[in-house]
């Protein structure tokens, strides 16, 4: 019997540890400054690992859009032919459903030629949906005024100590569950 419950315990633990370590992240591109010509798209990218199932979430004043493109239309900036998927709402995001090269552009062409587009490469080779807790684009009236930085209050996902937070108490309470039910059954 205390076999048995061992093996429970590891297998609950591992459920748990499995869930949480592989959890989506929500990236704010250009953190804290946005989807910004001010801001060195190239620079907020560089280091960071997107995988699917991952959100890129575009935050950005009326001056600015955000739209989808091809490889082609990212190298020229532009924004007018062969859109993939364009906003100009302000609050935009894109979930990265599956694996591959994605690129991203201002529909602003000036913009665009002085630095605001980004290239990701999504890792991983399954299929996914967005994230349960992704952003969803917002009305215009709930933007920020042009100008101000916005970051969520109840979450930030530029934070990575934030997300390694959440990890590790995940893991510490699947194995504290998993050690009370150990415990009971002996």
Not at 23 to 45: F, H, L, P, Q, R
Request: charged share 15%.
């Amino acid at each position: 019997m205390a076999k048995l419950s061992v093996l429970i315990s590891i297998i609950i633990f591992l459920f748990y540890y499995y869930t949480f370590t592989n959890a989506a992240t929500v990236y704010t591109v250009g953190d804290s400054a946005g989807w910004d010509i001010s801001t060195d798209i190239d620079s907020w990218a560089k280091g960071k690992t997107f995988s699917v199932g991952d959100t890129l979430l575009f935050q950005y004043s009326q001056y600015h859009t955000v739209s989808e493109v091809k490889r082609e239309n990212y190298e020229r900036c532009n924004a007018t032919n062969n859109v993939i998927q364009s906003s100009s709402n302000g609050n935009t995001s894109f979930a990265l459903t599956g694996p591959g090269e994605r690129y991203f552009v201002c529909g602003n062409r000036l913009h665009c030629l002085g630095g605001m587009k980004l290239h990701v490469t999504v890792h991983g080779n399954q299929v996914a949906v967005a994230p349960v807790g992704a952003p969803q684009s917002q009305p215009e009236d709930s933007l920020p005024p042009p100008g101000s930085s916005r970051t969520n209050n109840y979450y930030n996902p530029s934070n990575s100590s934030f997300l390694y937070r959440i990890e590790i108490d995940s893991i510490v309470l699947g194995f504290l569950v998993s050690l009370l039910i150990l415990l009971q059954v002996m």
